[in-house]
């Protein structure tokens, strides 16, 4: 069954470092999404991206944040200047495409920990 | 705006006896509803979902829920509950039209005893 993968699982950075997040949706869908969850907590929405471009985003994605699609596969989310609130996993989903039914598929995950 | 509340940080419940969790919503139009569940230092995992037709659906595992729209709620249900579905279950509502944000409640915990 086709799903979304997410490297790295883990990454620990100092703040102030740029860290990029990594995903691979699934082939055929069109939309794109990036969400956060601080401990287990509440799953928040950061922005949601289709055809290229940001289609909606959450007041938590400020100017140090930025996604991009750089090669028609991956589709990555920077963090330009971490913050110690930064600190969460961030998931990363997909949708749509000829299948579509309504459901955002998930990935696994990338934990990050800003020390 | 789209919101979802779980009104139970947690609920307990012993196995094999029937299990609800709760989730309401508020959206304008006519909703898509989902639930997903999240197992220990996991991704979100879709269960099921309401888009249209019988208000009564049926997901993954064994779970259901029932669309009420006169109550805007989307409780989810399970007969016979098993330890193996202790897990952090999150009700999500998204608009009908378009491909607009999936927003998720807060999660309820819900954990079965043996």
């Known amino acids: 069954e086709p799903e979304v993968t997410q490297t790295p699982s883990h990454q620990v950075t100092q703040m102030g470092q740029e860290v990029i997040l990594r995903c691979v949706p699934i082939?055929?869908?069109?939309?794109f999404y990036w969400y956060r969850q601080i401990l287990g907590q509440k799953v928040e929405f950061l922005v949601s991206?289709?055809?290229?471009?940001?289609?909606?985003k959450s007041e938590i994605f400020d100017d140090q944040f930025s996604v991009e699609r750089p090669d028609g596969s991956n589709f990555t989310l920077k963090i330009r200047s971490t913050k110690l609130e930064d600190s969460a996993m961030y998931f990363c989903?997909?949708?749509?495409?000829?299948?579509?039914?309504?459901?955002?598929?998930f990935g696994e995950g990338s934990r990050l920990t800003v020390l | 705006a789209q919101s979802v509340a779980q009104p139970e940080d947690q609920v307990n419940v012993a196995e094999g006896n029937p299990l609800t969790v709760k989730c309401t919503y508020s959206?304008?139009?006519?909703?898509?509803l989902f639930w997903y569940v999240q197992y220990p230092n996991r991704g979100l995992q879709f269960l099921l979902k309401?888009?249209?037709?019988?208000?009564l659906v049926k997901g993954s595992y064994g779970f259901e829920a029932e669309f009420n729209k006169s109550q805007t709620s989307f409780h989810l249900k399970k007969p016979s509950a098993l330890v193996s579905a202790s897990a952090l279950y999150f009700c999500?509502?998204?608009?009908?039209?378009?491909?607009?944000?999936?927003?998720f409640g807060k999660g309820t915990m819900l954990l079965v005893s043996p």
């Open positions: 989903a997909s949708s749509g495409g000829g299948t579509n039914t309504g459901e955002l598929f």
């Open positions: 082939s055929n869908h069109l939309y």
């Open positions: 991206f289709y055809n290229n471009e940001i289609s909606e």
């Open positions: 959206v304008s139009g006519n909703p898509y």
């Open positions: 309401y888009i249209t037709g019988d208000n």
């Open positions: 999500a509502v998204r608009f009908r039209s378009g491909y607009s944000t999936l927003t």
